[in-house]
Nanobody, 118 residues
Framework: QVQLVESGGGSVQAGDSLRLSCTASGRTFSSYFMSWFRQAPGKEREFVAAISWSGGNTAYADSVKGRFTISRDNAKNTGNLEMGSLKPEDTAVYYC???????????WGQGTQVTVSS
């Protein structure tokens, strides 16, 4: 199993950038697909981005494509989500996740709050 901890959340202004990090412990991080989800108040948790075992393949929600970049460093057991051109609608709790297949996480972090003000 894997334990995941997110960090890097905070409050920013629209148009700013923010970098979220995910640190994994337990089973080797490189064994899993890694992804980010988010949940805004009153809304369902939604997919944001995912990256394959080696980092060679990525996927993004249409709402963030071109603005967010997902990456991973298996040697350091870390994953990152670089968020740019942030919008108020990006405000949510962001969760790091890991699983054996695309879009079906088995493990979740506790989440980190991102607030974007206009």
């Amino acid at each position: 199993q894997v334990q995941l901890v997110e960090s890097g959340g905070g409050s920013v202004q629209a148009g700013d950038s923010l970098r979220l990090s995910c640190t994994a412990s337990g089973r080797t991080f490189s064994s899993y697909f890694m992804s980010w989800f988010r949940q805004a108040p009153g809304k369902e948790r939604e997919f944001v981005a995912a990256i394959s075992w080696s980092g060679g393949n990525t996927a993004y929600a249409d709402s963030v494509k071109g603005r967010f970049t997902i990456s991973r460093d298996n040697a350091k057991n870390t994953g990152n989500l670089e968020m740019g051109s942030l919008k108020p609608e990006d405000t949510a709790v962001y969760y790091c996740a890991a699983g054996s297949t695309w879009f079906r996480p088995d493990y979740w972090g506790q989440g980190t709050q991102v607030t974007v003000s206009s």
